[in-house]
């Protein structure tokens, strides 16, 4: 089975010419947008090429210091540098970058436009890393608009009126949220232009709000996919049917895009979801819908006050951890609210038991 990184190799060579666009190059352009570029691509006027941008960035950081991130996004400045050494990347133009962080108005967020051999842009909004910081962000968006939204509708309006390009919107994670959001609240002359909207593994939207008419309109451009074990894909009410697929990771770790498999010029499909996630994914749902904002904030406070006492800093160390990192969680939970608590021991069996199933794995 292959990665996006093997895809590269495999078509790298191959222009938008020779070999149309394809949701592997969403994905990767997706992923793309997890680069730190400040000062490395233009915020208004201007471009630079992904290979003048990888030269750029690894003049300024050093491998050794990109292998000391401690989530996947240090795979994201080899993928960069993978990118531009391809004919297919190497010349794609990235302009209009954009990268927004307020902890007064707990806010983040990053976009960036990528011009494409093909005549077209595909407009890539960041999402959320692996932490459990970043996880809690996805988990906040169900408690309601968040300003991030605004600010990705309108980065997405301006941007396209910048040029007159058919348009290609999506995301990774959080990113794939904001695709959907920017792309049904975007300008009617902009929103015309866009070809498709790519959500890779992204939270939905309250109900009322997923079947506003905005989103309505874009529902059939809506290309939807989610690992086997998808937890953030899962979250809140979706207007598009997901395409399942394999990934390498086990448990929740195959929201790491960079575990994706792929066969060809597609995603390698996966029947169904594994039942486990998608009974979380349902009841967490249902649980959310029948809170109101307040208590879905307490909610979300105490499941990650709990996640936070393993002492884990991402969301592949509290998988690996096991038992050692259950001991702590189980001692917080037991000091919460007994409603809270049987619905967040629900998460904790599905850990243990991801956890598990990865230890029998390794097994001869």
């Not at 666009?21 to 201007?46: M, Q, T, W």
């Not at 960035?57 to 050494?85: C, D, G, W």
């Not at 929103?191 to 890779?200: D, E, F, S």
Request: overall charge neutral.
């Amino acid at each position: 089975m292959s990665t996006i990184m093997d895809y590269l190799t495999w078509r790298g060579d191959l222009t938008f010419t020779q070999s149309p666009f394809n949701e592997i190059d969403n994905l990767l352009l997706s992923c793309l947008s997890y680069a730190e570029l400040d000062g490395i691509v233009p915020k208004r006027r201007g471009s630079v090429t992904i290979a003048e941008a990888s030269a750029a960035f690894f003049e300024k950081h050093t491998e050794k210091e990109i292998n000391s991130y401690r989530s996947f996004l240090r795979q994201v400045p080899f993928l960069l540098k993978a990118m531009a050494e391809t004919k297919r990347f190497g010349k794609a133009e990235l302009m209009h970058y954009v990268n927004k962080v307020s902890a007064k108005r707990e806010l983040q967020f990053s976009a960036v436009e990528i011009f494409l051999g093909d005549g077209t842009s595909y407009i890539a909004y960041r999402g959320t890393d692996d932490t459990l910081i970043g996880w809690r962000e996805d988990f906040n968006m169900s408690i309601g608009s968040v300003p991030s939204e605004h600010i990705a509708a309108k980065y997405l309006s301006q941007t396209g009126s910048f040029n007159r390009h058919m348009l290609r919107v999506g995301g990774h994670s959080k990113g794939g949220h904001l695709a959907l959001y920017a792309s049904a609240k975007c300008d009617r002359a902009v929103q015309r232009r866009i070809l498709g909207v790519y959500n890779n593994d992204g939270p939905g939207f309250n109900h009322n709000l997923s079947e506003d008419e905005d989103f309505k309109k874009i529902q059939p451009r809506i290309h939807r996919f989610i690992p086997e074990f998808s937890i953030v894909g899962m979250l809140m009410h979706h207007n598009a049917k997901p395409i399942v697929i394999q990934s390498s990771g086990t448990g929740i770790r195959q929201h790491n895009a960079f575990n994706w498999q792929l066969e060809g010029a597609r995603f390698l499909r996966s029947p169904s979801l594994n039942p486990a996630a998608e009974g979380f994914g349902e009841s967490m749902k249902t649980w959310l819908e029948q809170m109101n904002l307040s208590e879905r904030q307490l909610f979300i406070d105490d499941m990650f006050s709990v996640l936070d006492a393993s002492g884990a800093v991402t969301v592949s160390e509290l998988q690996t951890q096991g038992l050692r990192g259950m001991a702590p969680m189980l001692r917080q939970l037991n000091d919460l609210h007994p409603e809270t608590k049987e619905k967040i021991d629900l998460l904790l069996r599905l850990l243990i038991s991801q956890w598990a199933e990865s230890k029998r794995t390794l097994l001869p």
